[in-house]
């Protein structure tokens, strides 16, 4: 327990410049991380095409990974050496306050806390000095009284300065045991390798500091605020508070809409890691596959039944390898960086909730001129990331050739859980409902991040059911987007192109010949209702409130020409329906070839 010496004489500064060394660290970490990443890699997949470059990209996987950890690490030393010193400056200030107090009424603060006073009254039956011991009552004196009657007044004063004493002493305890504790366990094994679990431990040890850092709670982060809001609470934010908080609540702040893309990126990177490595040992410890078939007796004969047992370890070994593709998919998106000129990627968004959810953009939507959202349909999660990312990705090739000298970034946005099968849920509204909210929010985020509606060309790209995700998010209010294209809609939960905020002449549709989505869409009653004409050949046969999709010439949207079959071609690598969309994206409005 330090004594009332100690806390007077600590230099809090000493702690805080120790902070910084450590910070120094973890920011050079992370930027030579970011150049591993976006430069290394690059140059490699630019300059090389062999076994060798193979080896070299994975060496250079490691070398990320180690910054990774370093970056963290060092951070949360860093964060806790910071606050120790804050949380320490209350007491000591305390503590000083109480020593001066003291000396200016000529009054002894003793080696173990004791204060020693000049009595002011006769005292008849101990005379001499009165001594106040750290909280404890009046020592052995007996109340004083001058001979009018009355308490020595110097007891009282002695009494508070002995208090304020053991109070920050105390108090200075307490501090010094929560964050000795954190960087006793702020500590790594010998080695260059960075082992699963080793982040495992990294994530623990963010846990812990952040249970224990009272300097910077969690309540500090805005919770259901507006982008701007955030945006505005970070910029008050000092550097060092901002590194602070990203180290702490990674989580947290890389799900903040609104926040810059870099910031973002650095916490959910951290995040996606720590998880990534808890998954895998998850998948470590689930042991060897049991029989899945065994013996059993039924009426009295052997009968070969499955194992319950090879049923729940199944079960549990496919949802961790999901879980797992869908993070390498991600992973390999970073290594990607460079190949064939394809742009840094941003993880905007990354949990492990429910069915898994990540924001992967290619180029820095913050800066980029034409901005594109993919929202995915029905089956989308975490473990097909790697399918919708590709999707972007040539999206992204095929836009950015359209407009050279100009920047696009195109995202894909798991940011809300579809429903996973055709029947039932694919035919409820609900899954819309929930997502449309978080979709509006994501989309003013980015054009906050911008800094306005006129600072880049947005289209919302929506397949499948993700089109009734978007249409639903207009319905609530004005979408923050320029252009809508949806391809194989079931519907849109509105009648007409011209009922969506972007307008009739922004709204974009494609439908493949063979894809069934359409018409199944007004089975499940997702389209609108509007009053028309129903022909049949071309002789018209009922007038009535008729449902709606985009794919209806009646809808009133601009139907694309595609090339591609079935419901999930749309993006074929050299087709003209990949083409037609990439020019939506670009503005080329002129270079999309519409349907006759």
Known sequence: MPTWQQLRDVKLSEFTEAAGGWGKVSSRADTAKGRVDNEMRARIHDTQQSKAAEGAVADIGRL???????????????????????????PQQKLKQALEDAENLK?????????????????????GPGVVKPSTPSPFLLPSRSEGGGTDPNKAKADDIAARITSAVRDANEIDGRYAGVLRRLKSPAGIAVTDEMLVDAAADTKDLQKNAKFLPES????????????????????????EYLTLYPAQIGALDGLPATDRDDANR????????QVQLDRNALGPEPDRMIWTRRGGEPVMIENPEWRKWDDKRAALDGRLKGMKAIEKRFEDTGVEGLPEAYLLGFDNDNL?????????????????????????????????IKRMVRVWRESQGMVPGQSVSTITWIGYDAPQSIVPEAMEKSWAHDGSPKLNQFLDGLQTTQGGADKSHTTVIGHSYGSTVVGDASNRGELAADDIVVAGSPGMLVGDAGDLDVGKKHVWSEAAGDDLVPAGGKVAGLGGYKWGIEKWHGIPFNADYIQYVPSDEAFGAHRMQTDTSGHSGYWDSDTV??????????????QVKEAD
């Open 356 to 388: 898994g959810h990540a924001i992967v953009a290619n180029g820095n939507p913050d800066t980029a001129q034409h901005t594109a959202v993919y929202v995915p349909g029905t089956t989308s999660k975490l473990e097909g990331a790697g399918g919708d």
């Open 107 to 127: 009054f002894t603060v003793e080696a173990d806390g004791s204060v020693t006073y000049p009595v002011t009254v006769t005292v008849p039956y101990a005379p």
């Open 270 to 277: 951290m995040v996606l890691a720590e998880t990534h490595a």
């Open 64 to 90: 990320s990974r180690n910054y990774q950890y370093l970056h963290t690490e060092c951070g949360l030393i860093r964060t806790a050496l910071d606050g120790l010193a804050t949380e320490l400056a209350a």
């Open 220 to 243: 500090g982060i805005p919770k259901g605020k507006s982008p701007a809001e955030n945006k505005k609470w970070w910029a008050e934010r000092t550097q060092e508070e901002r590194d």
């Open 577 to 590: 329906s990949l083409r037609n969309q990439a020019a939506v994206v670009a503005g080329k409005y002129d």
